[in-house]
């Protein structure tokens, strides 16, 4: 049961942390190679909340919001003016995940980081004691999975963002503002990495660089999944499992390198990964 719970809390951990980068990639069609800086901003929220005293969960709106916000500016001043220039766009955020690290490194230090988990404490689920936050990662990938659900299906943001991945100039043409579905969709993402961060805190260590370690396999997940939240749920699933498996069988430092080697194999075989022909 143990083994089982582990999978499945590893890969709604996943879910969360690629979450945000499928949601710019699939109406931007760029990869923000800040994703791992947006992740960092989101767990020092975590770690001024503690240091304040204030009530953790505040960290994780403080976190969504100061995510939110950045990325608005970032998506007007940086990646709107590179859209049509894909390549520069990808280059033009990893730039900007570096500089954030260094202005985190600058404010806050090097040292590293320690923030208690929003729920403490173990549940016992069929006899077996298991962490009661590791648990709430399901429930929160489950809210996020069907929160995207409801947005593009039953709201006019969703069916808008719908429309511009399908045809953009089409969308252009029946006179729906393309730029702003841009900035909200970029907002909500950002928004999301950084609360993937203060999820994150409390299972690892908080540093500057704490984002790039996850960057990696986030962005291969996307890969896999193209620009479906079910495909990204069902590759974080299957590839969280092997993960967790080499890591208990084998080693954790391979662990640590299956998902990316796993993603890298699936689009060596299948470019277009889960995605439909």
């Not at 709430?136 to 809210?143: K, T």
């Not at 749920?233 to 498996?245: H, K, M, N, P, S």
Request: proline share 3%; hydrophobic share 60%.
């Amino acid at each position: 049961m143990t083994l089982f719970l582990d999978i499945i809390s590893t890969a709604a951990i996943l879910f969360i942390v690629a979450s945000g980068l499928l949601t710019i990639f699939g109406v931007l069609k760029i990869i923000n190679f800040a994703h791992g800086a947006w992740l960092t901003i989101g767990a020092y929220c975590a770690v001024v909340a503690n240091q304040l005293g204030l009530n953790p969960w505040l960290g994780a709106v403080l976190a969504f919001l100061s995510g939110a916000v950045l990325g608005a500016l970032a998506e007007r001043f940086i990646v709107r003016p590179l859209y049509r220039r894909p390549l520069d766009a990808i280059l033009a955020t990893w730039g900007l995940g570096i500089v954030v690290g260094q202005l985190i490194t600058l404010w806050f230090g090097r040292d590293v980081h320690f923030t208690p988990a929003l729920l403490p404490g173990t549940l016992d689920v069929l006899g077996t004691s298991y962490s009661l936050y590791r648990l709430f990662a399901v429930v929160a990938a489950l809210a996020i999975g069907l929160g995207f659900a409801f947005l593009l299906e039953g709201t006019r943001l969703g069916l808008s963002a719908q429309a511009v991945i399908m045809n953009e100039n089409l969308a252009r043409a029946l006179g729906m503002d393309t730029t702003r579905i841009r900035l909200v969709t970029f907002m909500i993402g950002t928004g999301l990495a950084a609360l993937a961060g203060v999820l994150l805190a409390p299972l690892t260590s908080v540093d500057p660089n704490m984002g790039v370690a996850w960057l990696t396999g986030a962005f291969m997940l996307v890969m896999v999944a193209g620009t479906s939240f079910g495909a990204l749920a069902a590759a974080c699933l299957l590839f969280g499992a092997a993960q967790v498996l080499v890591s208990i069988f084998l080693s954790p430092v391979l662990g640590g390198i299956t998902v990316a080697l796993l993603c890298a194999i699936v689009l060596r075989i299948r470019p277009k990964g889960f995605a439909r022909a």
